[in-house]
Structure formats: structure tokens, C-alpha cells
């Protein structure tokens, strides 16, 4: 019979939840299990999403095809229809990346949430973990979601003030001044493929946020496991019995760091082409926005619909990024830890724990880059620099 994984701890029952999610948004089962669907289910849903995936790759191919067929575009709808065939392939690689790496995923999902937690696995910070992981996950998830409500909330008003038609997206068809209803019902049909579309990739980002999260609270794990063993000395035993079992503890957390740290290495190389595709997603959206501000009429909705489309791009791409700086900065903080684990407590074997402490910290020093295609280091800084470069490259450009 096979074990099953789902309810090993609470970290493992809301991943699995999550991936539930995920697969339900047309990605593929990262969970190391079946999600417990029927096949049947799984059969017909399977099919499902490869209809969807069609259609959605009709639909990105109808937006390149208007660049031909749309000759009545405004200054704004110009722009974002050139911003939308630019954004909607590079954001749709993620998914083809992430089934590319589907194993990977599985054994760094597997990794964390399983095989590391069965050694130690601090209550305290596993509910942490899931607190913060959550948080992200449901900020991230609105941000990006009221960039695509007030895109239609603008074109609404500007149906009711302006008489136009109801334009978010430039399709083939219908154009733009066709107020036909059949191409009313096109368009609405446009702007609900377009939500399929990215509630894809809004689950792409969801499981690379939550991976780094927990990347970073199996740090905090770890500390918590070094601080613990100062407790041996606490217990009632023979000194030469404390510090064996305390010896035998400190090599133990030594296999956790170094499996720890072939997480980090794993995450590393399953989400870096993600991350440098997303800086690079970034620095094109905001310099897009930055000239509609200048070419657009700015009336108070194209305004408000380009600030928030830009509050949006700034504080998801701030969510993905600080996510993956956490995983350094608290990386960084292990070898104090392990320095305040109670060696000095020891007498008889002080010189082999020394020496285990020694090389363990000088190992757990070193930095914990999380870097996009192995180049770009992701963490806070490098989020105000690629800010910098957006406005700087715009400045050269316009």
C-alpha cells in the first residue's frame, strides 16, 4: 500500500491543498500523489484543459493577428495591444517551463514538506510558515486580479460616457467600432478567455511564492533544531551521555543543512528562468505605462487605469522577488545559531564538536542567492535597482 503524504503534518495538508488548486487552474499535479480524483475525473478534466490550453493559444495567436486587421486603435489601445502580444506568450512559458520541470517540483515540493519535516519539525514555525505563505498567495493574487477588473471597469465606463464599445483586449475580432451584437458577445468572450489566460499564470506564481517561502521558513527550521540542542544539557543524564547525544545532534543538523541546502540549489534551477523572464516582463510593462501616460489623453479613468496597472506590476513583482530575498536573509542567520547551540557545555569531546561546528558554520556563511538564469541575485535590492532601470530606460527611450 502506498503512503500517503497529504495529512503527514499541517505544512503538507495546505500544500496539498494549494496544488489542488493549482491543477484545477489548468497546471499540472506537482503533488508527490495522486490528489485523490477519480480517473474518470482526471480523464475528463485532462481533456478539458487541453481544450482550454487551445483556445487560449487561439486567443493569444487572434491578438498578434489584429496588428493586421485593427486599423481604428487609439493612441492607449495601441499600446496595450503591443504590451499584450509582447506579456501574454512570455507569461504562458511559464506553465510549458514548470511542466518541463514537473519532477523537479515534485522532489523540492517533496523535500521540504515531507523528508526534511519527518527529522525535526517545529510546530511554532510550520504555522508561521503557512500564515505568511497565505498571506502572499491572497495579496498576490488581488493585486494582479484588480489590474484585469479595472481594465474592465474602464472599458464599461467608457461605454456608458463615450458610447464606445466594450474594448480590453484587441482581438482580430471584432474592431474596435463595431457595435454590432455580435460583437459585443465577442468581446466579453475575449475578456473572459483573457482571465482563463491569466489565472493560469497566477497559479504559476503561486506555487514558485510558496516553494520560496517555504524554502525560507526550512531555514528557520533549521535554526530552531541548533537552538534546541542546548536543552541536552537540561536533561538528567551523565555528562559523557549529554555530550554524545549532544554530538550525535549537531551531526544530525548538519545532513538537515546540507539537505537544506540542495533545496536551495534545486529551487534554484527550477524557478531562475521564471524570475528572469519576470524582470524582464517587468521592466517592459512599466516603461509601456510610463508612454501611454505621455501619448495617452489622460482622462481620469485611462489614468487610473494605468496607475493601477502599475501599482499592480510594482507590488506583484515586489511579492514574487522579496519571497526569494527572504530565503537569503534568514540563510544568513543559521550560523549564529549554530554557535549558540551549547558547545561550550562540552568537556570530554569539546575538540570534535569544535571542529563539527566549525566546518558546519563556515558552510552555512556562505550566502544563499537565489538568482535569476544564475546571473541576477533576486532579492531587495536587486527589486529597487530593476524599479531604477525601468524609469532609467525610459528616460533614454522617450
Same mark, same amino acid.
Given at each position: ?5 497529504? %495529512? ?50 487561439? +486567443?493569444?495567436? %487572434? ?17 496595450? &495591444? ?9 507569461? &504562458? ?11 523537479? +517540483? ?6 521540504? +514538506? ?30 494582479? &486580479? @484588480? ?9 464599461? /465606463? ?7 464599445? +466594450? ?54 527550521? /533549521? ?68 508612454? !501611454? @501616460? ?43 545559531? @549554530?554557535?549558540?547551540?551549547?558547545? !561550550? ?10 571542529? /563539527? ?42
Amino acid at each position: 500500500m502506498l503512503r500517503t503524504y497529504s %495529512s503527514a503534518n499541517n505544512g503538507t495538508r495546505y500544500y496539498y491543498k494549494l496544488c489542488n488548486i493549482v491543477y484545477l487552474a489548468g497546471l499540472p499535479n506537482f503533488w508527490m500523489e495522486d490528489l485523490g480524483y477519480s480517473e474518470t475525473f482526471v480523464k475528463y478534466f485532462d481533456y478539458l484543459t487541453k481544450l482550454v490550453t487551445g483556445i487560449l493559444y487561439m +486567443f493569444m495567436v %487572434s491578438e498578434w493577428a489584429a496588428a493586421f486587421t485593427q486599423h481604428n486603435l487609439t493612441p492607449k489601445q495601441s499600446s496595450d &495591444s503591443l504590451l499584450f502580444n509582447y506579456a501574454h506568450p512570455l507569461l &504562458s512559458t511559464y506553465r510549458l517551463i514548470m511542466i518541463y520541470k514537473q519532477d523537479q +517540483f515534485r522532489e523540492l515540493i517533496f523535500n521540504l +514538506f515531507v523528508k526534511l519535516k519527518e527529522v525535526f519539525n517545529e510546530e511554532k514555525v510550520e504555522q508561521e510558515m503557512i500564515r505568511k505563505s497565505k498571506m502572499f498567495v491572497v495579496s498576490f493574487t488581488i493585486i494582479c &486580479s @484588480m489590474t484585469l477588473v479595472f481594465y474592465g471597469f474602464e472599458s464599461f /465606463l467608457q461605454v456608458l460616457t463615450t458610447d464606445a464599445t +466594450f474594448t480590453t483586449v484587441i482581438t482580430a475580432w471584432p474592431d474596435v467600432k463595431d457595435k454590432s451584437t455580435a460583437a459585443g458577445v465577442g468581446r466579453v468572450i475575449a475578456y473572459l478567455i483573457w482571465w482563463m489566460l491569466m489565472l493560469r499564470i497566477f497559479a504559476s506564481y503561486i506555487i514558485v511564492m510558496s516553494l520560496m517561502v517555504a524554502l525560507e521558513y526550512q531555514y528557520k527550521n /533549521l535554526r530552531q533544531y541548533f537552538r534546541s540542542l542546548q536543552e541536552i544539557f537540561e536533561e538528567d543524564l551523565s555528562q559523557s551521555e549529554m555530550e554524545m547525544k549532544y554530538e550525535e545532534g549537531v551531526k544530525i543538523g548538519i545532513r538537515l543543512h546540507s539537505e537544506t541546502l540542495n533545496c536551495a540549489r534545486l529551487a534554484q534551477d527550477t524557478c531562475s528562468t521564471i524570475y528572469c523572464l519576470q524582470i524582464i516582463l517587468n521592466i517592459t510593462v512599466l516603461v509601456s505605462l510610463m508612454s !501611454q @501616460m505621455l501619448d495617452s489623453g489622460r482622462t481620469v479613468n485611462t489614468v487610473f487605469t494605468i496607475v493601477v496597472t502599475a501599482v499592480g506590476t510594482l507590488l506583484s513583482t515586489g511579492v514574487f522577488m522579496w519571497t526569494a530575498g527572504d530565503v537569503t536573509v534568514e540563510a544568513a542567520l543559521l550560523a549564529t545559531d @549554530m554557535y549558540d547551540s551549547g558547545w !561550550q557545555n562540552c568537556y570530554e569531546r569539546v575538540v570534535s564538536v569544535r571542529k /563539527l561546528l566549525t566546518v558546519a558554520m563556515a558552510q552555512a556563511q556562505r550566502p544563499v542567492n537565489i538568482k535569476g538564469l544564475g546571473i541576477l541575485e533576486i532579492s531587495y535590492s536587486a527589486y529597487l535597482q530593476i524599479v531604477k532601470s525601468s524609469y532609467s530606460l525610459f528616460t533614454m527611450l522617450y
